[in-house]
């Protein structure tokens, strides 16, 4: 019976543990960023775009050359990581396209 009862229990926490790869943001995180709110602004660096949304899923040259004195553009893409959901973080539920024109994002939407 005690074995069952420790079986049990290690199984229940092994589940717990299972479910703990997306995790919600913290009461600071809502507040310094709240829901349905991109935390990104035109104007920022790459460095920061990427503290504040990590790597980007996918990075497309849009042309440029510095050897003609034009500087180097960008389409960064995060997709989205769950779909039909009413509210959106950061790019939780929509995929976000970004614009760098050298080293600044000049552009982004959501889709």
Same mark, same amino acid.
């Given at each position: +019976?005690?074995?069952?009862?420790q079986?049990?229990v290690?199984?229940s926490?092994?589940? +717990?543990?299972?479910c %703990?790869?997306?995790?919600?943001? #913290?009461?600071?995180?809502?507040l310094?960023?709240?829901f349905? +709110? $991109?935390?990104?602004? $035109?104007? +920022? #660096?790459?460095? !920061? $775009?990427?503290e504040?949304l990590? *790597?980007p899923? %996918?990075?497309?040259?849009?042309g440029?050359? !510095?050897?003609?004195?034009?500087t180097e553009? !960008? *389409?960064? #893409?995060?997709?989205?990581? $769950?779909?039909?959901?009413?509210?959106?973080?950061?790019?939780?539920?929509?995929?976000?396209?970004?614009?760098?024109d050298?080293?600044?994002?000049?552009?982004?939407? *959501? *889709?």
């Amino acid at each position: +019976m005690r074995k069952g009862l420790q079986i049990v229990v290690l199984l229940s926490l092994v589940n +717990m543990l299972g479910c %703990a790869g997306i995790e919600p943001p #913290t009461p600071k995180e809502i507040l310094k960023h709240p829901f349905g +709110m $991109v935390p990104i602004k $035109v104007g +920022m #660096t790459k460095d !920061q $775009v990427r503290e504040e949304l990590g *790597e980007p899923d %996918a990075i497309q040259d849009e042309g440029g050359s !510095q050897d003609k004195g034009l500087t180097e553009r !960008q *389409e960064w #893409t995060y997709y989205s990581r $769950v779909k039909n959901i009413p509210v959106n973080y950061g790019y939780f539920s929509k995929s976000l396209r970004l614009h760098f024109d050298g080293d600044n994002l000049t552009s982004f939407r *959501e *889709e």
